[in-house]
T-cell receptor, first 111, second 116 residues
C-alpha cells in the first residue's frame, strides 16, 4: 500500500465547474502538504503548500488539510481548460528531505 | 534561464546498454533528487543528495549509480538497462526540508527513457 493514495481519474469536467481533488495518507509524521501540477511532457510545478490543518486559498485554488483524518483536498473554482493537467499531492515528514507523492489525478476541463 | 535542466530529453536504447542522464541546477540549492515516474504517473524518489553527500537511497537496484561532482550537478548512470527501466526520470532541487520555511522543489523537464 502506498503512503499517499490518490484517485488516478481521469476526471472530466465542463469549463466553469468546481473541481475537488483528494488524497489520503497513512504516515502521521507527514507535516507539510503540497499540490503539484504537471502538464503533459513537463515536470511538476508547485501549486500550493500548506503546513497546518485548515484551508489555504490562492485565487481560484483552495487547499484543505485535515490531519485528524489524514485527508488532503484541492478545490478549483471556475475551472478553465488551462487547468487540464495531472495534479499530484505530496507530503514531507519533518526533515526527511524528500517528497512523497500521490499517484496523481488527471483532470480534463472541456469547453 | 532554466532553473533545473537535464539532458537528454529523450533516450532510446537497447537492453543491456549503459547510459547516463545529466542534471544541473542554477538555483543555489543544497539538495538534489532523482525521481522516477512510471507509465501511471506515479512519481517515486530514487536518490537525494545534500551538498554532494548521498542522504536517501530508496532501494534502487545498484545498476543505478548517482554521482554529484558538485552541489549544482547530479548525474544518473544506469548499467545493463532492462525493459522495466523505461520511464520518465526527473531531476529536482530544493533547499533542505528543515521545517523552518516554505520549501519548494523545482523539477527539470524530465528524461523519457525507452529501453527496447
Amino acid at each position: 500500500q502506498k503512503e499517499v493514495e490518490q484517485d488516478p481519474g481521469p476526471l472530466s469536467v465542463p469549463e466553469g465547474a468546481i473541481v475537488s481533488l483528494n488524497c489520503t495518507y497513512s504516515n502521521s509524521a507527514f507535516q507539510y502538504f503540497m499540490w503539484y501540477r504537471q502538464y503533459s511532457r513537463k515536470g511538476p510545478e508547485l501549486l500550493m503548500y500548506t503546513y497546518s490543518s485548515g484551508n489555504k486559498e490562492d485565487g481560484r485554488f483552495t487547499a484543505q488539510v485535515d490531519k485528524s483524518s489524514k485527508y488532503i483536498s484541492l478545490f478549483i473554482r471556475d475551472s478553465q481548460p488551462s487547468d487540464s493537467a495531472t495534479y499530484l499531492c505530496a507530503t514531507v515528514a519533518g526533515t526527511a528531505s524528500k517528497l512523497t507523492f500521490g499517484t496523481g489525478t488527471r483532470l480534463q476541463v472541456t469547453l | 534561464d532554466t532553473a533545473v535542466s537535464q539532458t537528454p530529453k529523450y533516450l532510446v536504447t537497447q537492453m543491456g546498454n549503459d547510459k547516463s542522464i545529466k542534471c544541473e541546477q542554477n538555483l543555489g540549492h543544497d539538495t538534489m533528487y532523482w525521481y522516477k515516474q512510471d507509465s501511471k504517473k506515479f512519481l517515486k524518489i530514487m536518490f537525494s543528495y545534500n551538498n554532494k553527500e548521498l542522504i536517501i537511497n530508496e532501494t534502487v537496484p545498484n545498476r543505478f549509480s548517482p554521482k554529484s561532482p558538485d552541489k549544482a550537478h547530479l548525474n544518473l548512470h544506469i548499467n545493463s538497462l532492462e525493459l522495466g527501466d523505461s520511464a520518465v526520470y526527473f531531476c529536482a532541487s530544493s533547499q533542505p526540508y528543515t521545517g523552518q520555511m516554505n520549501t519548494e522543489a523545482f523539477f527539470g523537464q524530465g528524461t523519457r527513457l525507452t529501453v527496447v
